[in-house]
């Protein structure tokens, strides 16, 4: 990752006449738009980090930061009111044209799925604004189906963390436990401020237990900061509850897919953990199969979070990921082999031995 930087700009968007954003501007005032989409962890409710600039060259690019509706410095803090997918890809758009970028060179999912998981939302606006991104780098592949949630707050990641399952399914009755995520959705919005910060801080907690391959007490630390666990937890069950406010499926859906991909050949790399218990990779294998051009790089070492150290790695050399699309992307403009690229690539599974790097 590239030294820290401070951002040159910090500002406030306001979107509504109820939200306001927070954006930051780093790195190379005159150089190529960076937009980042981002959540801290588990989607919306965190906010960006000092630590995300990192990620991209400061010499090369003008990057950009900001927090989701309710999330980080974004205000009202942890609201749910007009907080909803569209809202959020609405909310990106205005953005982009305050800040006066023509299209997102890069449109990030880096820490977390965000939902919204950055990946549901980078997917989202990709689909809503066909032509407006040039590239896509997806992190760890989330899209908000129901058996998406139900291995991770039912059934499934319960069978590998089972001590820290205990703690996270302790607030709910038993007799509500069919149903974990709607049985949290109460305690989340409940008048008893005691009542729901414990429920803020066992929710955040069992994702912070699961997003590295090796438990890091530090993330599971933060689960017990009473503000970022309420806003988290909240906001991030809320889009749960709702399903996403989409279809079940509907970003994984040929049509949409082909919105953002057949006429603008829209350049998509995505970095994923093989034992991502947050983001399981079947996500990942179901994205690839739709929309066989992208280019899927799979780290055999490491789970959820962008921070570990062969997804960070892959995450910052982005720019041999994206020479080596192009290469691949030759055939069709030399020779209309379309149909043969498309075969090439939809068999591209790129595992990478972080020893090997």
């Not at 954006?23 to 801290?40: I, V």
């Not at 970028?101 to 549901?120: E, F, N, P, Y």
């Amino acid at each position: 990752m590239y030294p820290p930087i401070s951002p040159y700009k910090v500002d406030y968007l306001k979107v509504s006449p109820l939200h306001t954003l927070y954006y930051e501007l780093s790195g190379n005032e005159n150089g190529t738009p960076d937009a980042q989409l981002f959540s801290y962890m588990a989607g919306p409710g965190g906010g960006c980090d000092e630590k995300d600039r990192s990620f991209f060259n400061p010499e090369k690019y003008k990057i950009v930061l900001f927090d989701q509706r309710g999330s980080g410095k974004s205000t009202p803090p942890a609201s749910l009111e007009d907080n909803t997918t569209w809202d959020l890809v609405k909310d990106v758009e205005k953005l982009r044209e305050h800040l006066g970028i023509d299209k997102v060179a890069r449109l990030w999912r880096l820490l977390g799925k965000l939902m919204l998981h950055g990946s549901t939302l980078a997917l989202a606006y990709s689909e809503s604004h066909p032509g407006k991104v040039k590239t896509l780098v997806l992190r760890g592949i989330f899209t908000l189906r129901r058996s998406e949630l139900n291995f991770f707050y039912q059934e499934g990641a319960s069978h590998l963390f089972p001590e820290a399952w205990e703690e996270f399914i302790a607030p709910i009755p038993e007799a509500e436990r069919k149903d974990i995520v709607l049985a949290y959705h109460a305690q989340l919005n409940s008048v008893d401020n005691e009542v729901r910060l414990r429920a803020a801080k066992a929710w955040s907690t069992w994702e912070m237990w699961t997003s590295k391959l090796y438990v890091d007490p530090d993330y599971v630390a933060r689960a017990a900061e009473d503000d970022w666990a309420n806003a988290f937890a909240k906001i991030e069950n809320h889009y749960f509850v709702n399903a996403g406010f989409m279809r079940d499926g509907q970003l994984l859906e040929k049509q949409e897919i082909d919105k953002m991909h057949v006429l603008f050949l829209l350049m998509t790399i995505v970095v994923q953990g093989r034992y991502d218990i947050v983001c399981p990779i079947t996500t990942a294998h179901a994205l690839k199969k739709v929309f066989p051009e992208l280019e899927l790089h799979i780290v055999p070492d490491a789970g959820h979070s962008a921070r570990e150290p062969g997804i960070a790695k892959l995450l910052v050399e982005v720019r041999f990921l994206c020479l080596s699309y192009f290469l691949w992307l030759i055939p069709v403009f030399l020779q209309g082999g379309g149909q043969i690229c498309r075969f090439m690539r939809s068999n591209l599974y790129i595992s990478a031995d972080h020893n090997d790097r």
